[in-house]
């Protein structure tokens, strides 16, 4: 059965600190790993990765892919109160859908 | 611009009820529909998923059920409510299978 794990579960952090977010899978076909951010609501698209060892940039985040050891991990620079939300990876199997980790929590404290 | 909309944003029914919850796009053509459900603690699980019109695939046995009546209009329903049937409702759309999904405000059913 196809499965994504991330980790930490739970993250509290500093404003200004630094945080690596782990996304870890197991997939029988893999063709893409997203990652977005969900606030109180909806999730937001954040990045999609295809291919490893390119860094995908945006401002203070960034994120890779290790398509040979099957993991991702996102970092956040200099964080900030803004940031604290859930972290959801997801993975695109080849199938018409994701399958998605339990996410992240992360709080960033003042 | 695209832009999805889910109603109503929050639902208190009791357990035997049934349920509506509909879910519209904007601003694109044949769009791939999702139904998503979210507990408490835990990540999104695809409960239905649509490529056009009448097309349902459903990705998890339940009590639940979708139905994709028009180009751009996703609906899940349910005869008669569980309790475990309380949680986060997202409804999602992309382009294509793959591409990445953007999501509605979702709506919060609290089943008593």
């Known amino acids: 059965e196809d499965k994504v794990v991330q980790s930490p579960l739970s993250l509290v952090v500093h404003e200004g600190d630094t945080v690596t977010l782990n996304c870890s899978y197991e997939v029988t076909n893999f063709r893409s790993l997203l990652w977005y951010k969900q606030e109180k609501k909806a999730p937001t698209f954040l990045f999609m990765l295809?291919?490893?060892?390119i860094e995908k940039k945006s401002g203070r985040l960034s994120s890779i892919l290790d398509k040979k050891e099957l993991f991702s991990i996102l970092n956040i620079t200099a964080t900030q109160t803004g940031d604290s939300a859930v972290y959801l990876c997801a993975v695109d199997n080849y199938g018409q859908n994701f399958v998605f980790g339990p996410g992240t929590r992360l709080s960033v404290l003042p | 611009s695209q832009t999805i909309h889910q109603w109503p944003a929050t639902l208190v029914q009791p357990v035997g009820s049934p349920l509506s919850l509909e879910c519209t796009v904007e601003g694109t053509s044949n769009p791939n529909l999702y139904w998503y459900r979210q507990a408490a603690g835990r990540g999104l699980q695809l409960l239905f998923y649509s490529v056009g019109i009448g097309q349902i695939s459903s990705e998890v046995p339940q009590n639940l059920s979708a139905s994709r009546p028009q180009d751009r209009q996703f609906i899940l329903s349910s005869k008669k409510l569980l309790l475990s049937d309380s949680g986060f409702y997202l409804c999602a759309w992309s382009v294509w299978a793959g591409n990445e999904q953007f999501f509605g405000p979702g709506t919060r059913l609290t089943v008593l």
């Open positions: 295809t291919s490893s060892g």
